[in-house]
């Protein structure tokens, strides 16, 4: 067992102002989606501007809150949210559901593409390498907030979380970075620097993340307002099942069509 490292979920503090950690990873999140994006452009993979690109990148940030919010909002627990209204906006307490963000992007994407006249899936293409370390971000935040802690475990590594008991457990915010985010960007960095028929990056994207997101699940303390859910599985498995069946499905669909 190691111990967790005491941070302070304020990052900075200036009078009144603070500035959380959680809300930290997300700015860095969003820095290296532009950073990223830019290169990729630069190297020609998507014809657009680099004006246009952040106008994009303007989108997805309010896909990400507004998506991510009102999906852990609606997914995880919406009786506590409805008798409790207000508490919906103190998202820098934590509280984010990556499948609500996602539709949030999808449908930033979706309205984007039409307005610059391409396809949905020319944008998801280009974007999907560019987001597993922004997940990275958000799960290395879930770390520093002592949040979303894993299962009682007995692995040398197992932390004693504040709030969570006497119980060592599965540091499982850093399975997630690991898995979600570095091994799922490298897979997708790689996978996309050839040239792929249109979906196809989108398709190992889906793949990856539900398959991931479903292994590292097995480590993480289900909710407890949830607990398990049919065949013991988790909110997060079930919300990821629909995510590799859309992306065996896209990923077959795509290699139909030249590149």
Not at 123 to 135: K, N, Q, S, T, Y
Not at 137 to 154: A, K, Q, T, V
């Amino acid at each position: 067992m190691i111990p967790f490292p005491q941070i302070n979920p304020v990052a900075i503090e200036i009078g009144p102002l603070k500035v959380h950690w959680y809300g930290l990873m997300y700015l860095i999140a969003f820095a290296l989606v532009w950073l990223l994006g830019r290169y990729r452009i630069k190297k020609g993979m998507l014809d657009i501007t680099l004006k246009r690109f952040e106008d994009l990148i303007f989108y997805g940030v309010l896909g990400v809150i507004l998506g991510g919010r009102l999906g852990y909002v609606l997914f995880y627990q919406p009786s506590f949210y409805l008798t409790h209204p207000l508490e919906i906006f103190s998202i820098w307490d934590g509280g984010m559901s990556f499948h609500g963000g996602l539709l949030g992007v999808l449908l930033a994407m979706y309205l984007f593409a039409r307005k610059e006249n391409k396809t949905f899936f020319e944008i998801a293409d280009f974007i999907a390498p560019l987001v597993p370390l922004g997940l990275a971000c958000g799960r290395l935040g879930n770390f520093i907030n002592g949040e979303l802690w894993g299962r009682p475990s007995d692995v040398p590594w197992a932390m004693i979380f504040p709030g969570a008991g006497n119980l060592a457990r599965h540091p499982s915010q850093l399975y997630q970075m690991m898995l979600e985010g570095i091994l799922l960007f490298i897979i997708l960095w790689f996978f996309s620097g050839k040239k792929r028929p249109v979906g196809q990056v989108s398709a190992v994207f889906l793949i990856g993340y539900g398959f991931f997101r479903f292994i590292a699940e097995y480590t993480r303390e289900p909710d407890s307002y949830l607990g398990t859910l049919a065949l013991d599985f988790s909110m997060g498995q079930w919300l990821s099942i629909p995510m590799i069946l859309a992306g065996i499905l896209l990923y077959i669909f795509s290699t139909k069509k030249p590149a």
